[in-house]
């Protein structure tokens, strides 16, 4: 019998081992997950997901807009989440997406990261400014009735907690912001965190829409952002747009693309559009990560797994891809460990 280990490979990080809106809306008969399918990596040629960059206002507000439908779908086929837990490892993907595409730098990395007290107990998503992203949740299997509003209750799943951000920009220490979840409906969550942390005036619309039979129907998000020169013409305008908008799953059901999400916000105020950047649900763990990872548990850990005599599997908690070891491997890796 081989034994089980879990293994978290953050792009650009060393892993280690160890043993604003509410947009979600399904009908409450219909929780039941379909079975997980194992599929091969999408490539970003086969998917319709992308992020658009873009300023209004001659520059006073930053702007990105995404559809993520197939990579949140991939990612619920590879974790076979329940709705609730889709809908919200889709929005920190989403937002991890929007956020990673503006990284400066090779190989640079973000990592969004929940901790809460509800059921789902925690989410992570890591994207890098090509386009790439993974996410897990620590429990996918979580049932909670719609909210007031008939919508999935993500708040309530997450409970109280903390939302972090990590960039990892090739710099000798990552930039590490968190602060207390708002709500838990992470929109709310990130746009707090915009303003405390980095000081930037923020919306953020986010949204995961489900078929009934539980496969993803729409996926996306949008972030807009205040320079510090903005005037108050500005600032009074986008906020009574920002005021009269439909919801991002409302958006995308009526075939609004990201740019024409954007331009139905911003497009009396000077829209422009400047990047298209494809985007997919990819991970790249490999062996020899996750033998660093195996190595960084140290010397006193990998002894007690040789001494089992058995073949240890080490599952990637991001795509579910296991590798296995033997105790002859083990061996090597001690051998190698500092």
């Known amino acids: 019998m081989s034994e089980k280990i879990r293994t978290n490979i953050s792009a650009g990080v060393e892993g280690n081992a160890s043993a604003g809106t509410y947009q979600d809306k399904t009908p409450a008969d219909s929780f039941e997950p379909l079975k997980a399918e194992r599929l091969p990596q999408s490539n970003i040629e086969d998917s319709h997901d992308y992020v658009v960059r873009a300023t ?11 559809t993520t439908r197939d990579l949140v779908e991939e990612c619920r086929k590879t974790h076979n989440t329940f709705p609730i837990c889709t809908a919200a490892i889709g929005r920190l993907m989403s937002s991890a997406l929007m956020m990673g595409v503006d990284l400066k730098g090779d190989r640079s990395v973000l990592t969004l990261t929940i901790k809460g ?13 090509l386009g790439n992203v993974k996410g897990f949740v ?37 930039y590490i912001g968190s602060v207390d979840l708002r709500t838990g409906e992470i929109a709310e969550d990130l746009t707090y965190y915009f303003a405390v942390s980095e000081q930037i005036p923020s919306s953020v619309g986010l949204g995961v829409l489900m078929n009934t039979n539980n496969t993803v129907k729409q996926s996306g998000g949008f972030i807009l952002q205040l320079m510090p020169d903005a005037t108050e013409d500005v600032i009074s305008k986008l906020e009574e747009k920002l005021s009269n908008i439909k919801s991002v799953t409302a958006m995308l059901d009526e075939g609004m693309t990201p740019e024409e999400m ?30 660093k990872a195996l190595i960084s548990l140290g010397k006193k850990e990998l002894e007690d797994l040789i001494a089992d005599k058995k073949t240890q599997d080490v599952f990637c908690d991001y795509c579910e891809k296991h590798y296995s070891f033997s105790v002859a491997e083990l061996q090597e890796l001690y051998d190698s460990a500092k």
Do not use: W, Y
């Open 56 to 66: 209004a206002a001659n520059g006073l507000i930053r702007a990105f807009a995404c």
């Open 117 to 129: 007290d509800g059921p789902i107990k925690g989410l992570t998503a890591t994207s890098d400014n």
């Open 138 to 174: 620590s429990n996918p299997n979580v049932l909670l009735p719609p909210n007031k509003a008939g919508h999935l209750n993500v708040g309530e799943a997450l409970g109280k907690g903390k939302l972090s951000v990590i960039k990892d920009i090739g710099l000798k220490e990552p």
């Open 262 to 291: 954007l331009q139905f916000i911003l497009g009396d105020m000077d829209l422009e559009i400047n990047d298209h950047i494809p985007v997919r649900f990819h991970c790249n763990c490999s062996r020899e990560k996750v033998s």
